[in-house]
């Protein structure tokens, strides 16, 4: 590196460095700068110097010492010549003050005069043979690589556990038939709460996917997650045989949840009444968001990233998007991601009861999550999975994949602004649409569908909505609809099962209707084309 490129605190670290060698020129022989010497407090310096910087040269030759090996240059001529201080060095109490006292622990400035005078001795002492060892910088040369090709992401594999199905396809055409799963709450008896409807799913099994063992152990999130994940890749066609010829420490998994084991931890807190001992010993891992990813890993052997993202409903979106970076930034070619949640039991609808948050249509269930409608009073509590595979486009092809289709960007925000409301103007939804767009090179007039988040209540309906009016305007080729009209509120699930709705749209052509939207809300006032009642084609 040249001299002149030196940063100033290098500089000042250099020339007190050639101020104490060139003191020890001017009392020893010039044969050797760096001796024992006799001077303790000098003894101690010089010892600092040396495991810094290394010996002086051999006999003959110029002494490297400190300042050559610290500067890059094979002579003192070069430090003597071009960082020989300036006036400032020794007139500017401040600078030598801060320098040297930072550097050095010393705010001895009067003796910088003294050796400001022994290094103009040594400057004329040694004269022209310090240019003799002075050699020229070598030019760096900067190595061109060669352009990386951005690596592309595709869902090839889907799996959900919901109230209206059990796999893709069943789910997609109860939703295209506008059936309802929502009903009376048949887990636990909720007659003394206000709301006692749900999108419960009423007949589940583990039968062929999970231990027996574990199934008796786990929380429902748990099950679901691990369900729907290997639901997803008998989908995509993981085989077995496939299976083994993966590359496992490329492949990963992250599946969140918002609630997390809420039952597990409901239950060890009844038991902790009784006695600790009566406490189930797997309730802390049981209950931790993450426990589900983890043991899937464990069962598939894949030892690629592997966590779990919790961000309320917005959980699923942030898994899938992370997956995805994972893919394009070259960490692993296969993930599995998405969602599960499972808090339809008494501590989670007291909560949301208490949060004055859910309808409480309990006479007709069937009609209670109505997204956009002018008489909605609160979204409806949900249940399940949904987990996708992504897959490295390249990877997928050379397997064979069936690919459903390609992931193209996505991002992150916050509103900053309150716990549960959306900014009033959107602001945060719009700034999350506009990147998203902008990532994946996609322009706003192209994008002929959107599966709104739309959860049934009152405020937030109308603001996402506005969000949406000033992201894409009135464009009457747009098809907008909410999954929830069907299936409630899944929570930490809810961005992965509506994902999983949203590529079977591509898939098919068809677009679900938006039951109970019977009268539009009076601030909602876009073609009523758009807003689907009925099935509709995608153009």
Not at 241 to 254: F, H, I, S
Not at 426 to 442: D, E, F, H, P, R
Request: some cysteine.
């Amino acid at each position: 590196m040249a001299v002149s490129s030196s940063s100033a605190v290098c500089t000042w670290l250099v020339a007190a460095c050639m101020s104490l060698a060139c003191d020890r020129e001017m009392n020893t022989s010039s044969s050797s700068m760096i001796q024992s010497s006799p001077s303790r407090r000098w003894g101690r310096k010089r010892r600092v110097v040396s495991a810094k910087c290394g010996a002086g040269g051999a006999s003959g030759e110029l002494p490297k010492g400190l300042i050559s090996s610290f500067c890059g240059s094979r002579g003192i001529q070069g430090l003597i010549t071009s960082l020989e201080p300036c006036d400032e060095y020794y007139t500017s109490k401040g600078l030598c003050d801060n320098g040297f006292a930072l550097l050095f622990g010393s705010r001895n400035v009067p003796s910088l005069t003294r050796r400001r005078r022994r290094v103009n001795r040594a400057a004329a002492h040694f004269g022209e043979a310090m240019a003799v060892a002075v050699q020229p910088t070598k030019e760096v040369t900067t190595k061109k690589w060669p352009p990386v090709k951005q690596r592309r992401v595709v869902v090839t594999g889907m799996g959900v556990e919901t109230s209206l199905g059990h796999d893709p396809e069943v789910f997609y055409n109860n939703l295209l038939e506008g059936v309802s799963g929502i009903s009376e709450i048949n887990a636990f008896d909720c007659a003394h709460f206000p709301t006692r409807i749900a999108g419960e799913i009423k007949s589940f099994s583990t039968d062929g996917w999970v231990a027996p063992k574990l199934s008796k152990r786990m929380d429902k999130f748990m099950l679901y997650m691990l369900t729907a994940g290997k639901k997803a890749l008998a989908d995509a066609g993981i085989t077995e045989d496939v299976m083994n010829e993966l590359d496992k420490a490329r492949c990963g998994v992250l599946i969140g949840s918002a609630m997390g084991g809420m039952k597990v931890f409901n239950d060890a807190i009844e038991a902790l009444r009784i006695s600790y001992k009566k406490m189930n010993p797997f309730c802390v891992p049981f209950a931790t968001t993450n426990m589900g990813s983890a043991i899937l890993a464990i069962d598939l052997g894949w030892m690629g990233p592997n966590y779990s993202i919790s961000t309320a409903c917005a959980t699923s979106n942030f898994c899938i998007l992370s997956a995805a970076n994972h893919i394009i930034r070259g960490e692993a070619d296969m993930m599995l991601c998405g969602g599960s949640d499972a808090a339809i039991i008494p501590i989670g609808l007291g909560g949301f009861v208490a949060c004055r948050a859910l309808s409480q249509r309990n006479s007709d269930p069937a009609k209670a999550s109505r997204p956009w409608d002018i008489s909605r009073d609160g979204f409806v509590m949900g249940e399940g999975a949904g987990v996708l595979l992504l897959e490295e486009l390249e990877h997928a092809k050379n397997r064979g994949a069936n690919i459903y289709a390609e992931f193209l960007g996505g991002s992150f925000t916050c509103d900053a602004y309150h716990m549960t409301e959306p900014h009033p103007e959107g602001t945060g939804v719009m700034l999350c649409i506009k990147n998203a767009l902008k990532q994946s090179g996609v322009s706003r007039e192209d994008v002929n569908y959107i599966n709104a988040h739309a959860t049934s209540t009152p405020v937030g309906d109308l603001k996402e909505y506005k969000a949406l009016i000033q992201c894409f305007g009135n464009n009457p080729e747009l098809r907008v609809n909410s999954t929830k009209s069907m299936i409630g509120h899944l929570l930490g699930a809810s961005g992965a099962v509506e994902a999983v709705a949203t590529v079977q749209a591509i898939r098919t052509g068809w677009v679900h209707p938006n039951i109970n939207l019977e009268n539009p809300d009076k601030g909602v006032n876009l073609p009523s084309s758009v807003w689907l009642r009925y099935v509709a084609k995608l153009v």
